[in-house]
């Protein structure tokens, strides 16, 4: 995925680093599968199906970035996508 994107002329960013806070105190860091133009990011998974904790896992890397939309996909059995926005507005 991350070499097709940039072949397509995409900025990406592999395994980013996005640090967590916790009342303007830093406590430890994320690791973002892909991010796209600095806009879009992209968990990937390969499981048997998506549950709620990837859900919740998208959501907070949301929440900690500039970014407002998320893709959440799942190449296992059945392929699956989830999107979520998370509007910067209620950062």
Do not use: W
Request: charged share 30%; with cysteine; aromatic share 14%.
């Amino acid at each position: 995925m991350y070499y097709e994107l940039k072949a397509n002329g995409f900025h990406v960013e592999a395994q980013k680093k996005i640090k967590v806070y916790y009342k303007e105190i830093e406590v430890g860091d994320y690791f973002a599968d892909i991010i796209v133009n600095d806009l879009v990011i992209l968990e990937l998974k390969a499981q048997d199906y998506l549950v709620e904790a990837n859900e919740f896992q998208l959501i907070n890397y949301l929440k900690s970035t500039p970014c407002e939309v998320g893709l959440l996909l799942n190449f296992g059995k059945k392929p699956e996508f989830i999107r979520k926005v998370y509007q910067n507005n209620r950062k």
